[in-house]
């Protein structure tokens, strides 16, 4: 999906959601094409044409099922995400009809988002977590997120947007689902929960120069 400034008519909200076994923060920001502060690009389902051979470009994901790779838009198939309420996603997207589920496995992460278009109370999303528990959030749900609908709007900000997931345990893993047609997705952006290679760079300095301090604060202690 092709980054654009993020319309003056987008909104924003957030709300949190008690599970069974985990806390779930939950944000959407209508039109909102580029991925959050902090986040990094997986996919925007180019390459193809089946679920294996979409191109990410992240290591450590993997994604299959039942899906399609879908380019326009075809009435009562697949809507192409609106980026505005006159101007719809021009590249590949995933699109799941009534029955459809696909599996997207992922590396440790402290959250993902995913640009959603149309958004119906059909769809649904279970995420895989660390620490063995699996938490569903449906499109009914996310209807009672403040600025936000699951009417299947092809066009309207409170259905087609940013959405972003956060919980008290990293995500491993997540099944898109939906019960009619259809759900349709932009692209993947995530945060990881492990620190990338310069952060354990600088961790690893940061220990060594704790234990150098250490070390001479020893040194002066040592009796004459």
Known sequence: MKFRVLSALACASAFCFAASAAQADVTFIGYQTAPNAGETLVTDFEGGPT????????????????????????????????????????????????????????????????????????????FHLADGTTEVVTGAILAALPGMD???????????????????????????????????IGDIAAVSAVPEPAAWAMMILGFGGVGGLVRKRRVWLAPA
């Open 51 to 126: 679920l294996g051979d979409v191109t990410f470009l992240l290591p450590g994901y993997t994604l299959s099922g039942d899906g399609l790779l879908f380019t326009g838009s075809v009435y009562g198939v697949s809507a192409a995400p609106a980026t505005s309420a006159t101007t719809k996603d021009t590249t590949q997207y995933l699109t799941l009809q009534r029955g459809d589920m696909v599996t997207l496995d992922t590396p440790l992460l402290k959250s993902i988002s995913f640009y959603i278009g149309s958004l119906d109370r059909f769809n649904s999303f279970t």
């Open 150 to 184: 699951a009417n299947g709007s092809q066009t309207g900000f409170t259905s087609n947007g940013r959405l972003t997931f956060t919980f008290d345990s990293s995500i491993d893993g997540i099944d898109f689902a939906s019960g009619g047609n259809s759900l349709e």
